[in-house]
């Protein structure tokens, strides 16, 4: 895999968006590609950060909890802020920083009492100026935010430094793993960096993780007979 996505790639994620539970075998027979080509070109993506993890949908309701859209108001200085007291918190699913100072959250519940604890839990917080929330009576429509499309690139920060990437920038692979910089300067001190870490941690393998930013993927297994 490039730094950008190809033919073969796009076609790789579309199977997978469409069918998560498909091994590599079924992927790489849809596509017309070797089974160690999807393997390996979904391994980048999922060292690149693209692909985020594997999940099942659950359908609340039929689980019994209530569902609430709770937006928070801050200062654009503090967001970051209220975001780290209230994400992971159970009743938080998901978060969304928005433009104009302000995050949403999803919450589900079904224990009113940890729903009416949480909310008093939020009062106590400083940095949020107020606090408004709606229960979610239906959901018409539900799936993954990320859209694949022809038009679609990679935007990629480097491992290092942060910054966005404009141009191929450098890859390197560490332990069976890519990693992504944007220029040789970067590429030395992520490598020093790395070795480092890989010392302090022992016996351990450090290659799930990036020296700048841990991994938080999950890992989709694919048995092949």
Do not use: W
């Amino acid at each position: 895999m490039s730094l950008n996505l190809d033919d073969v790639d796009r076609k790789i994620l579309r199977e997978l968006q469409q069918d998560g539970r498909a091994s590599f075998r079924d992927v790489s027979a849809r596509i017309n590609v070797s089974t160690p080509t999807v393997s390996s070109r979904v391994q980048a993506m999922v060292d690149l950060g693209l692909i985020k993890g594997y999940t099942t949908m659950l359908d609340a309701d039929m689980l019994g909890q209530v569902s609430v859209a709770l937006l928070l108001e801050a200062k654009p200085s503090d967001l970051e802020k209220v975001i780290e007291k209230i994400k992971d918190d159970e009743l938080v699913r998901q978060i969304y920083m928005l433009s104009d100072s302000r995050i949403l959250c999803i919450l589900s519940f079904y224990n009113q009492i940890k729903y009416q604890r949480f909310l008093e839990s939020m009062a106590q917080i400083p940095e949020i100026h107020k606090m408004d929330n709606s229960m979610i009576m239906k959901v018409p429509k539900e799936l993954p935010r990320a859209a694949l499309t022809d038009e679609a690139g990679l935007m990629i920060r480097c491992y290092y430094c942060g910054h966005m990437m404009t141009d191929e920038g450098v890859k390197i692979k560490l332990d069976g793993r890519y990693h992504y910089l944007c220029c040789s300067v970067c590429e030395k001190l992520y490598k020093e960096k790395y070795e480092r870490l890989k010392k302090s941690a022992g016996p351990k393998p450090v290659a799930h993780e990036h020296p700048s930013h841990p991994a938080t993927h999950e890992h989709h297994e694919h048995h092949e007979q």
